[in-house]
T-cell receptor, first 114, second 113 residues
Framework: DTGVSQDPRHKITKRGQNVTFRCDPI?????LYWYRQTLGQGPEFLTY????????KSRLLSDRFSAERPKGSFSTLEIQRTEQGDSAMYLC????????????FGEGSRLTVL | DQQVKQNSPSLSVQEGRISILNCDYT??????FLWYKKYPAEGPTFLIS?????DKNEDGRFTVFLNKSAKHLSLHIVPSQPGDSAVYFC????????????FGKGTSLLVTP
C-alpha cells in the first residue's frame, strides 16, 4: 500500500500525559501537513512541512503541540500535557510539489483524553 | 471564524437524480477551491478542484461551478449513485498560504436506490 499511513489509529490517554502520533507520507511527496478534526467540523490546519523544513507552525493550537519531520520523510506530532479538549481525530496528509491543494490524507489517529 | 460554510448538514437524493452540494466563502482572497469526499473510518479523498480563473470544471459525473461575485460554489453529481453516499467537504485556499486548506463542516449525502 503506497498511501499515507498513520500510527496509532486510536490512542486513549489520561489527562496530563504526553502522546505522539506518527505519519508516513507517500514516498515521492515532499509536502506534509497535519490537520485536526473534531466532531461535526471539517479538518482544521495545524502545520506544514516542505521536506524537513517546517514552513508554517503558527496555527498549532498551543505550545503543547509540536511537530517534526527530521529527515524529510516521516513526521511526528506530539501533544504534551494532554487536556480533554485535545480529543479529536488527527489527520496527516501529503502532496507533491506539482499539485498544490490536492492532499492525500491518511486514515487519521483518533485521540481520546480521559 | 468559519470562512468556508456549508449550510446544509445533510442531503438525500434518489439514485439517478442530480445531487447539488453548496458552499459559500467569506474570504475574497481565496483563489483555489476543492471538494473532498469522506467515507466513515477513512481520511478525506480529493474529488475535484477549481481555480478562480475558471467558473466551471468537469470530471466525469462531477462538476464544480464557481460564482466569484457571490462567493459561492457548488458541486453537481449527475447521475447520483449509492456509492456516492459520503460526507462532502468544501475547501478553499489563497495563494499566500496555499498550503493551508480551509474546510467547511461538510454535507452528508445519502443516495437512495
Amino acid at each position: 500500500d503506497t498511501g499515507v499511513s498513520q500510527d496509532p489509529r486510536h490512542k486513549i490517554t489520561k489527562r496530563g500525559q504526553n502522546v505522539t502520533f506518527r505519519c508516513d507520507p507517500i514516498s515521492e511527496h515532499n509536502r506534509l501537513y497535519w490537520y485536526r478534526q473534531t466532531l461535526g467540523q471539517g479538518p482544521e490546519f495545524l502545520t506544514y512541512f516542505q521536506n524537513e523544513a517546517q514552513l508554517e507552525k503558527s496555527r498549532l493550537l498551543s505550545d503543547r503541540f509540536s511537530a517534526e519531520r527530521p529527515k524529510g520523510s516521516f513526521s511526528t506530532l506530539e501533544i504534551q500535557r494532554t487536556e480533554q479538549g485535545d480529543s479529536a481525530m488527527y489527520l496527516c496528509a501529503s502532496s507533491s510539489r506539482y499539485r498544490d491543494g490536492e492532499l492525500f490524507f491518511g486514515e487519521g489517529s483518533r485521540l481520546t483524553v480521559l | 471564524d468559519q470562512q468556508v460554510k456549508q449550510n446544509s448538514p445533510s442531503l438525500s437524493v434518489q439514485e439517478g437524480r442530480i445531487s447539488i452540494l453548496n458552499c459559500d466563502y467569506t474570504n475574497s482572497m481565496f483563489d483555489y477551491f476543492l471538494w473532498y469526499k469522506k467515507y466513515p473510518a477513512e481520511g478525506p479523498t480529493f474529488l475535484i478542484s477549481i481555480s478562480s480563473i475558471k467558473d466551471k470544471n468537469e470530471d466525469g459525473r462531477f462538476t464544480v461551478f464557481l460564482n466569484k461575485s457571490a462567493k459561492h460554489l457548488s458541486l453537481h453529481i449527475v447521475p447520483s449513485q449509492p456509492g456516492d453516499s459520503a460526507v462532502y467537504f468544501c475547501a478553499a485556499s489563497d495563494s499566500n498560504s496555499g498550503y493551508a486548506l480551509n474546510f467547511g463542516k461538510g454535507t452528508s449525502l445519502l443516495v437512495t436506490p
